[in-house]
């Protein structure tokens, strides 16, 4: 028997040492990064940022892999049944870690046991976009066109829990309006649909909404975070166009599937801060309308779990049902 028990603890010394060599090589081959949405959104915005830094610091190439649909639980669900080996991650906007585990019983993953938190790298506000052809200019217009409409206005967004979606829920219940919801496959399709005037208004990214607002395709009329954006200092929040109270911002963060081992989520977690330090990526993030906002992995975690609680409440009280 001490034989066999001195045998079995030899073998656990080498795994160990073998699953400590392999986190102090990492990496050794290619990295993919799932964007849980198609090219054009925050999401992706995030992910391109660290795929084009990244290859550089961890000499190996790192490619983006978009994979949208169902508001990000599918891309979300390959990421969580991944390998734990740090080279499948996820840049991910809030909706899939937060949200979708309030709207879908049947979840095929979830967050707490399945995601591990590097870090929350970019911060957004939204920004209350409308078509040109739209005839409002301010949050008060807005409410009092979708007040004498009675349901005829429509938005956009990127899917039923996204935080793009429930900015405008939580809107419609705070003013009593009715503003028809129509959902894509992602930021940059549901801006498209604005552009096109297929819906009329979109509680936006700001990475997603500001290129077309400077270009004059969209019209921007507030801000959703409670404080006003210093990159958009001209816009009003909506707090103080008339809904006071009001405060809504999104976020870019990066994960990795669970048991990933420390060393490696602490090595990404290292060289995302580096990125994220950068001058040039500062002057990327503020020009887009975002912030660059960094929290190590167990700050991160713990955010989330608050930020998720937070939108239970949220959806509970709303009743919104996953679709």
Not at 104 to 110: A, F, G, Q, T, V
Request: proline share 7%.
């Amino acid at each position: 028997m001490k034989r066999v028990a001195s045998g079995l603890l030899s073998i656990v010394a080498v795994l160990g040492c073998a699953g400590g060599a392999n986190a102090q090589a990492y990496p050794e081959r290619p990295i993919r990064i799932v964007c849980p949405f198609p090219p054009g959104g925050s999401s992706d915005f995030g992910a391109r940022i660290l795929a084009q830094y990244l290859p550089n610091l961890l000499k190996q190439p790192v490619v983006i892999d978009n994979r949208g649909g169902a508001g990000g639980n599918i891309g979300t669900d390959i990421v969580a049944k991944a390998s734990p080996d740090g080279y499948t991650l996820l840049a991910t906007s809030e909706g899939p870690i937060t949200v979708s585990p309030s709207l879908y019983p049947r979840l095929p993953y979830s967050p707490a046991r399945d995601l591990s938190a590097v870090t929350q790298y970019i911060k957004y506000t939204h920004v209350v976009v409308v078509s040109p052809t739209v005839k409002v200019s301010s949050i008060k217009e807005l409410i009092a066109l979708a007040k004498a409409q009675g349901g005829k206005l429509s938005y956009s967004h990127p899917g039923v829990g996204t935080s793009n979606h429930l900015a405008v829920e939580q809107f419609k219940l705070m003013t009593n309006t009715d503003i028809i919801s129509v959902s894509y496959k992602g930021g940059g399709p549901a801006i498209v649909s604005v552009i096109g005037n297929e819906t009329q208004v979109s509680f936006a990214t700001a990475p997603s909404a500001i290129p077309h607002v400077k270009s004059g395709k969209l019209k921007a009329i507030a801000v959703t975070a409670g404080k006003r954006s210093s990159v958009l200092p001209d816009l009003p929040t909506i707090a103080e166009s008339g809904v006071p109270g009001y405060a809504i911002e999104g976020w870019v963060g990066l994960l990795t599937p669970a048991k990933v081992p420390a060393a490696i989520v602490a090595r990404l977690y290292d060289e995302t801060v580096r990125i994220m330090k950068m001058k040039e990526v500062n002057d990327l993030v503020f020009s887009s309308g975002s912030e660059v906002a960094y929290t190590a992995p167990k700050e991160t975690q713990a955010l989330l779990r608050e930020e998720g609680a937070m939108w239970a409440t949220v959806i509970r009280k709303l009743g919104i049902k996953g679709e």
